[in-house]
């Protein structure tokens, strides 16, 4: 089986924009990478489930998301711009028609419709205020702006520690419900929610490589336990990246950019409680993002400063993880997608 994926990043160096790959399932094959959208700095991006492409764009003095039709060559459609930095995260609503887009360097969360010709128009800007206990904490760093099971908008701020929740109206305007506050200078970054059960989410945080178990009911958090993400003893840099859960619920996984190395979790059958299985090098340097291939039996991790992208095979039974190759280069990765 071919699969196609898109790897992007920064352009500080040697990448040119976004990178188009094919994996082969069969034999577990990375094809040599094509450029396929020139682009400075498409840190991150999304896909519709109509294979529109809504990437994170910087335009001169200004930034914001594009659209591209991948069915179409990746035709350029239009951007959302406002002014200033690029925003570090983009997610698409297919259910709602929507975008959202959450500014690391601004504290600004936006909200976006998804026209008929797929381009965006903004709908709503949340401006996020707030800080934290440590130096990068100097003021509100949203870096996820997730929708939850049940349609609310969920924010996780690493500047103030907090996540926050939105509901989200049929306009596309925002309103505030509720906001948790996380562990002092942990950076909440990512989050997820269990498929099998909805009512609990596992938060990533950055500056403290830890884990955190939440319950989530009416657009609250309440925070049952925690677990860290470093074995006993290290001493070495680390920041937290990303966390994906696989699509039964039974397997969290976490990156880990300094010790790069990836972290398998367990998840109890109630969804309340973590496992440690296995740690595992990356066989890279800064392993920013990954994914799971279309099947769940790959996990594909691009690295962000080695340039390479490694394969790892996936025990559907187990959880476990065997490194397969790191032979693909694809320059500066720092998203992953599968389509």
Not at 70 to 99: T, W
Not at 147 to 171: E, F
Not at 188 to 195: A, D, E, G, I, S
């Amino acid at each position: 089986m071919q699969e196609n994926l898109l790897i992007g990043g920064y352009t500080r160096q040697t990448s040119k924009g976004i990178y188009q790959l094919q994996f082969n399932t069969e034999n577990a094959q990375l094809s040599t990478a094509d450029l396929a959208i020139k682009l400075a700095g498409p840190t991150y991006f999304a896909i519709s489930n109509e294979n529109i492409l809504y990437s994170v764009i910087k335009d001169g003095d200004q930034g914001g998301v594009a659209a591209y039709d991948i069915k179409h060559n990746f035709k350029y459609l239009g951007s959302a711009l406002q002014p200033k930095n690029s925003p570090a995260y983009v997610e698409v609503s297919d259910r709602k028609q929507l975008v959202f887009s959450a500014n690391f360097h601004t504290g600004i969360v936006t909200v976006h419709k998804i026209n008929s010709d797929k381009t965006l128009t903004i709908t709503d800007k949340i401006q996020l205020t707030g800080h934290s206990v440590r130096p990068e904490q100097d003021a509100s760093h949203p870096h996820l702006a997730h929708l939850t099971p049940d349609g609310n908008l969920v924010i996780c701020d690493y500047g103030s520690d907090k996540i926050l929740t939105y509901s989200i109206d049929a306009n596309g305007k925002a309103s505030f419900v509720s906001e948790f506050q996380a562990p002092a200078g942990s950076a909440p970054r990512h989050l997820v929610f269990n498929p099998q059960h909805p009512d609990w989410a596992y938060c990533i945080c950055e500056l403290a490589s830890i884990i955190l178990v939440l319950h989530y009911h009416q657009g609250k958090f309440t925070q049952l336990c925690t677990y860290p993400l470093m074995p006993a003893g290290y001493q070495g840099d680390n920041i937290a990246a990303a966390i994906k859960i696989s699509a039964d619920g039974q397997f969290l996984y976490t990156s880990n950019r300094g010790h790069n190395s990836l972290v398998t979790f367990k998840v109890s059958a109630d969804g309340q409680t973590l496992e440690h299985l296995q740690t595992i090098q990356t066989q890279g340097d800064f392993p920013r993002d990954f994914a799971f291939d279309l099947t769940g039996k790959y996990i594909l991790v691009p690295h962000q400063k080695s340039n390479n992208v490694s394969i790892f095979q996936r025990n559907l039974t187990t959880g476990y993880l065997t490194f397969i190759n790191n032979d693909t280069q694809v320059p500066e990765g720092t998203c992953i997608v599968f389509y």
